[in-house]
């Protein structure tokens, strides 16, 4: 089984991004399951609190749950021009202390995704993401892209993606990142075991 968190970047309820991020769940193939996750818990950072307190509950539970995933969807929405504060404070986050940089983020495959209301599709916050990706040492998939502009025409009153184009963009997303994550994941579990042998 492949397994792949999802992470939201916005904590509405009625968000796009959160609608986007169930029609990938909808549309996971057999064998991947998506699971998204609650950034909602996660309080700003603060390096006295991580000084004096460590790592909060809430984060230390993502962080694990991330490092024993395949892959992270990250699922974006654009404000003024860039990434959500809220998700990039989660990620921040996530990355304390740096010694656990290497197991919840190195070498993981993450993707990328988002809606708007506007024209622009979540084009310049899906690049605002980019540097932080390179920095955690992640490895991005670029081989497809879902940008959704003018969301409240995409999704119906009950929150599904009312264009069938839309659904199959999705769907050919979802599929194409769940190979790319599970051909990671079987390349890592090769390695294992040369690593173990005596030399």
């Not at 193939?29 to 909602?40: L, Q, V």
């Not at 984060?59 to 003024?80: C, F, H, M, S, W």
């Not at 920095?135 to 599904?160: H, K, N, T, Y």
């Not at 069938?164 to 994550?181: H, L, N, P, S, Y």
Request: glycine residues 10%; contains cysteine.
């Amino acid at each position: 089984m492949t397994t792949i968190i999802g992470l939201c970047g916005s904590l509405r309820h009625g968000s796009f991004n959160r609608m986007l991020l169930r029609a990938a769940v909808d549309v996971a193939p057999p064998g991947t399951a998506i699971n998204p996750e609650s950034i909602r818990e996660i309080p700003l950072y603060d390096g006295d609190v991580e000084e004096e307190q460590g790592v909060p509950p809430a984060v230390q539970r993502l962080k694990d749950r991330i490092a024993d995933a395949d892959g992270v969807l990250i699922v974006t929405p654009e404000y003024n021009a860039s990434m959500p504060g809220v998700l990039k404070n989660a990620i921040d986050w996530l990355s304390r202390p740096a010694a656990d940089i290497t197991r919840v983020f190195r070498g993981r495959p993450v993707a990328i995704m988002g809606a708007t209301p506007g024209p622009g599709g979540t084009a310049l916050s899906q690049a605002a993401w980019l540097p932080v990706v390179r920095q955690l040492g992640m490895r991005p998939w670029f081989e497809s892209g879902v940008l959704i502009s003018d969301a409240g025409r995409v999704f119906d009153s009950d929150g599904r993606v009312a264009d069938a184009a839309t659904r199959q963009r999705i769907r050919t997303f979802v599929e194409g990142f769940a190979v790319f994550a599970g051909v990671q994941q079987r390349q890592d579990d090769r390695r294992v075991p040369a690593a173990l042998t005596p030399q």
